[in-house]
């Protein structure tokens, strides 16, 4: 409880240090310091919860905790106290990410246990898991026969290491923990456990193993279960090139198949990437009581610069904006949460306008939500430009002879630049998009959430003007865009 209450502490005496020039306005970030990956997200006595591996004594990643916060909607957060902090043998050098679950009106957390057992801290380290209950959801107290899962449970063919990120789930009065790890010859994989009482798990089988194609390592498992197809979700490192896609050193992916809990086994068709853009890791779902499907992610991506750490802003991190996972026929779609709408103000729309070239609109800002369809007519490329100043903008454009969508953040202003890309067919020959900017982020839903594609963007303080453009006759069906204020 000590590192606890230090860690509140320190946050308390020191947030008003925040530089507030990057900060966004209606997604989650730490109240000061580093955070990334969400855990333990879940719906508890009328609260989403989500907790977030978080390091409070600077904007760098350290022996992470857990940062928690609250929220009625999924849009407004409060903070609470640091749930977690590495303050027992068994984690002494982070409590590493993990889940939560509900059981007899308590709060469980599952969560990884870093060790570091030699100096060389980058290859001489164990991971094992560890829960925590609470009776409030808010001050938890650490099981007494931690750790769960020893490395001792860890099977033959799976790495000794690399061993983390429990998701906890239910099925048929049986508990189920899937884990993160590597086959120690290049190939990502996931292990399963079961248990009947939460303190007592016993190996089922190694879940899914990777290819060469699917990256070094797992991280991060997930499952979602539909009627009638699961979904498996998992945070690949150093995936490989293929085309237009994986161009980011790691990426979330996701698998479409079916689960057999019993002889632990998830056969599946094909995978796809869940976010096509640049900043989106470690995305980790909650079922909600209305049964909804509900995704977040850390809105950032490792081995990049962390712009307001390196500007001194004494903050780095923040989550993505909460979506929906729907499954309608056979693809899986990732809607905007509908809650977004009740903090939409000021609506400007336009309608039926016959674009050729470049129209900057009589409304700007840095904080707002867009949703337009246009209808290409005999333009090859078109789109939207934001953050919009005398030589910087991020363009979002639609290549009609390639079908593809870009996100270009190469004049975005400082910050990583680049470019990402997705394969994406007309509908009906139209393409709609519902873009939520938000000071230093943009993402951008494609085709009612088809794709979608999510990038931190560093503009300067000037750059908020919005303009549309087309390279050809193009017409914009619709075009409404409302700013979002939390106030």
């Known amino acids: 409880m000590n590192k606890i209450i230090d860690a509140n502490e320190f946050i308390r005496r020191n947030k008003e240090k925040l530089n507030q020039r990057y900060r966004l306005k209606y997604h989650l970030m730490g109240e000061y310091g580093w955070i990334n990956d969400p855990n333990g997200f879940i719906q508890f006595k009328d609260n989403y919860h989500l907790f977030y591996q978080h390091y409070p004594y600077d904007a760098v990643w350290g022996p992470v905790h857990w940062g928690h916060a609250v929220s009625k909607d999924l849009v407004k957060w409060t903070y609470l106290p640091v749930a977690l902090a590495p303050d027992r043998d068994y984690d002494r050098d982070g409590c590493f990410s993990g889940s939560a679950i509900e059981k007899d009106g308590k709060l469980y957390l599952f969560y990884t246990g870093n060790i570091y057992t030699e100096k060389d801290k980058n290859n001489n380290y164990k991971q094992v898991q560890n829960m925590a209950i609470s009776e409030d959801g808010v001050v938890f107290e650490k099981y007494g026969k931690n750790p769960i899962i020893d490395v001792a449970q860890i099977p033959d063919d799976a790495s000794k290491k690399d061993f983390r990120d429990p998701k906890v789930f239910f099925i048929d009065d049986i508990y189920y923990l899937i884990i993160g790890s590597n086959d120690t010859n290049g190939h990502g994989q996931v292990l399963m456990y079961k248990s009947h009482d939460l303190e007592k798990w016993e190996f089922v089988n190694t879940l899914i193993k990777g290819t060469e194609e699917t990256g070094t390592g797992w991280e991060c498992p997930d499952i979602v279960r539909f009627d009638d197809k699961d979904i498996l979700f998992v945070s690949a490192q150093h995936m490989r090139h293929n085309g237009s896609y994986f161009k980011n050193i790691h990426a979330s992916i996701y698998f479409i198949g079916e689960l057999n809990a019993d002889e632990g086994k998830f056969a599946y068709t094909d995978y796809y990437l869940v976010d096509y853009g640049?900043?989106?890791?470690?995305?980790?779902?909650?079922?909600?009581?209305?049964?909804?499907?509900?995704?977040?992610?850390?809105?950032?991506?490792?081995?990049?610069?962390?712009?307001?750490?390196?500007?001194?802003?004494?903050?780095?991190?923040?989550?993505?904006?909460?979506?929906?996972?729907?499954?309608?026929?056979?693809?899986?779609?990732?809607?905007?949460?509908?809650?977004?709408?009740?903090?939409?103000?000021?609506?400007?729309?336009?309608?039926?306008?016959?674009?050729?070239?470049?129209?900057?609109?009589?409304?700007?800002?840095?904080?707002?939500?867009?949703?337009?369809?246009?209808?290409?007519?005999?333009?090859?490329?078109?789109?939207?430009?934001?953050?919009?100043?005398?030589?910087?903008?991020?363009?979002?454009?639609?290549?009609?002879?390639?079908?593809?969508?870009?996100?270009?953040?190469?004049?975005?202003?400082?910050?990583?630049?680049?470019?990402?890309?997705?394969?994406?067919?007309?509908?009906?020959?139209?393409?709609?998009?519902?873009?939520?900017?938000?000071?230093?982020?943009?993402?951008?839903?494609?085709?009612?959430?088809?794709?979608?594609?999510?990038?931190r963007v560093y503009p300067d303080s000037q750059s908020v003007n919005i303009s549309l453009f087309s390279n050809g006759l193009c017409k914009v069906v619709n075009f409404k865009k409302w700013d979002i204020g939390l106030e």
Request: net charge negative.
């Open 278 to 455: 640049f900043d989106f890791y470690a995305p980790q779902t909650t079922v909600d009581k209305h049964g909804r499907v509900i995704m977040v992610a850390w809105m950032n991506m490792w081995d990049t610069d962390m712009v307001t750490n390196s500007l001194g802003h004494n903050w780095a991190g923040a989550m993505s904006l909460p979506r929906e996972v729907v499954k309608i026929g056979e693809k899986i779609y990732f809607k905007p949460i509908s809650e977004i709408a009740k903090y939409r103000k000021n609506e400007y729309s336009l309608q039926g306008i016959e674009l050729n070239g470049e129209v900057n609109l009589e409304t700007n800002g840095i904080c707002y939500e867009i949703d337009v369809e246009f209808e290409p007519q005999n333009a090859y490329e078109f789109g939207v430009k934001v953050f919009k100043g005398k030589s910087e903008e991020t363009v979002l454009s639609y290549n009609c002879r390639e079908r593809l969508f870009s996100f270009n953040r190469d004049r975005s202003g400082i910050g990583p630049k680049g470019e990402r890309r997705a394969e994406v067919e007309l509908i009906d020959g139209r393409l709609r998009l519902n873009i939520f900017v938000d000071v230093s982020s943009v993402e951008v839903f494609i085709n009612g959430g088809e794709k979608v594609m999510t990038g």
